[in-house]
């Protein structure tokens, strides 16, 4: 009772079904686990793509486009890690209440960073992705060079690393991008987004 003095303006919003029926589509999750360099911006964008090209409408969150606005002011610590995941998937869940299909590409290290985001979003509509490849080859294409320099100790608490990564242990899909092709990934994306359709 309390809320609806404090928030009376979420009475008159309009509801998720409506934004729904107008888009002809249902929010979900797609959040996308793996290590740095697996592949997860990249499949992303692919299945951003192949979905517009379908009439689905989608928005990628990505520690790029997040980091540099809504979470700038986050470090790397164990509570900066923990907010910034916290704050995506509030975030999330806005566009998912939106009846839009939201992709979040996230390291998100941990099985307890994970299931924080998925009780924030809500489980009918979390998708958990793994981008499942394997550390040598994230470590081969090191596309930003920061294996390199978190073996050097340049960077402390990079995950692979110097910190641990939980593999999810029952994703809605695995993917491992060092043994499929960019087409077969996106492809069993969009299928898994599909299916929640």
């Known amino acids: 009772m309390a809320d609806k003095i404090i928030y009376p303006i979420f009475d008159k919003m309009l509801s998720r079904e409506e934004k729904e029926q107008l888009l002809h589509q249902r929010g979900i999750m797609i959040w996308m686990t793996g290590l740095s360099g697996s592949g997860k911006s990249t499949v992303a964008i692919g299945v951003e793509r192949e979905l517009h090209r379908r009439g689905i409408l989608c928005r990628i969150l990505d520690g790029d486009n997040i980091r540099s606005g809504i979470n700038a002011g986050l470090g790397f610590s164990e509570e900066d890690r923990r907010e910034n995941i916290r704050r995506i998937a509030e975030v999330g869940k806005l566009f998912v209440d939106t ?89 069993a994306v969009v299928e898994l987004v599909c299916a929640s359709n």
Not at 141 to 170: C, M, N, Q, W
């Open 99 to 187: 009846g839009i299909v939201t992709i979040a590409c996230f390291v998100s290290p941990t099985t307890e960073l994970r299931e924080m985001a998925r009780q924030i979003i809500g489980e009918k509509d979390f998708r958990e992705v793994y981008i499942a490849t394997p550390l040598s080859e994230c470590e081969r294409r090191d596309v930003k060079g920061l294996y390199a320099r978190a073996r050097r100790g340049e960077v402390k608490d990079f995950t692979g690393i110097s910190a641990p990564f939980e593999a999810p242990t029952h994703p809605d899909l695995s993917l491992d991008t060092s043994q499929m092709t960019l087409k077969q990934e996106v492809d």
